[in-house]
């Protein structure tokens, strides 16, 4: 299994999952132009994608779908409702040509948020951001993938200090916003095992977070748990250039 995460951020978020020759598209809240760019790094084009899969209804995640018709979309029934649309529900799988989807349970302002668990010949991906914390449920069942791409999107002091609104400051703190580094970390050191090689953390806040803190902040708590993160590739997606992880 191979992953393209062609944007990540508040601007727009999209990632490319590829697997034996299917080709899934989680979000798509980026300029066609870009997502074109974003297949063409493996010699694919739109008419390849088999299926989108939604997280949620905001349009960082939701502005390109429109380019899209008539491609199959998965989502909640919060998060869209035009075209070739198949509804989900958490914890029910779907299969989309051998590669089996898990949606879980996330916590965000978006009604009926979820993040998802691809599986496909003994892999497994998992991809969660937007959520201000994980639920013991979603926890228990990510445990020990293969990937992660994981929200790690602000530094709480650096949030702080920004000139935001103290409205939305709380929001982004709350239980229905978006995980700081530190909770992200200790999140995912609680879920790695012996199958993970990989970590992305996405969603990085551009105002208030940077890729050197937010993996400074992973370092420092797996270091206290004695994970070895010479055996994991940890990384940042980033907002305007692509990241790629699994096998490439």
Same mark, same amino acid.
């Not at 050191?189 to 993970?196: P, Q």
């Given at each position: 299994?191979?992953?393209?995460? $062609? ?9 490319? $999952? ?8 989680? @979000? ?12 063409? $790094?493996?010699?694919? #084009?739109?008419?390849?994608?088999? %299926? ?12 390109? $779908? ?43 302002? %978006? ?8 599986? %496909? ?21 990510? #445990?020990?993938?293969?990937? &992660? ?33 530190? @909770? ?32 400074? %902040? &992973?370092? #420092?708590?797996?270091?206290?748990? #004695? ?22």
């Amino acid at each position: 299994m191979k992953f393209n995460i $062609v944007e990540s951020g508040s601007k727009g978020n999209a990632t490319i $999952v590829e697997h034996n020759g299917c080709v899934l598209l989680i @979000d798509m809240g980026i300029p066609l132009k870009n997502l074109r760019e974003g297949l063409a $790094v493996w010699d694919k #084009k739109l008419l390849d994608i088999d %299926a989108l899969l939604l997280t949620h209804s905001h349009g960082d995640h939701t502005a390109g $779908v429109r380019y899209l018709d008539p491609l199959p979309i998965y989502c909640t029934k919060e998060t869209y409702s035009k075209g070739d649309i198949h509804f989900i529900e958490v914890g029910e799988s779907f299969n989309v040509k051998g590669i089996e989807i898990m949606p879980i349970e996330a916590s965000h302002d %978006a009604i009926n948020t979820v993040g998802y668990i691809l599986c %496909a010949d003994d892999e497994k991906l998992v991809y969660l951001t937007d959520t201000g914390y994980i639920p013991d449920e979603t926890l228990n069942e990510i #445990k020990n993938a293969d990937y &992660y791409i994981i929200e790690s999107n602000h530094d709480r002091k650096m949030l702080l200090k920004t000139n935001r609104p103290e409205t939305l400051k709380q929001r982004i703190l709350s239980d229905h916003g978006h995980l700081c580094n530190e @909770d992200s970390a200790f999140y995912m050191a609680d879920c790695v095992g012996s199958k993970t090689k990989e970590i992305v953390l996405a969603h990085l806040s551009q105002e208030a977070n940077t890729p050197e803190k937010a993996l400074s %902040a &992973y370092e #420092k708590i797996f270091r206290k748990r #004695k994970i070895n993160t010479q055996l994991i590739k940890i990384h940042c997606a980033n907002q305007f250039e692509m990241t790629l992880g699994g096998k490439q």
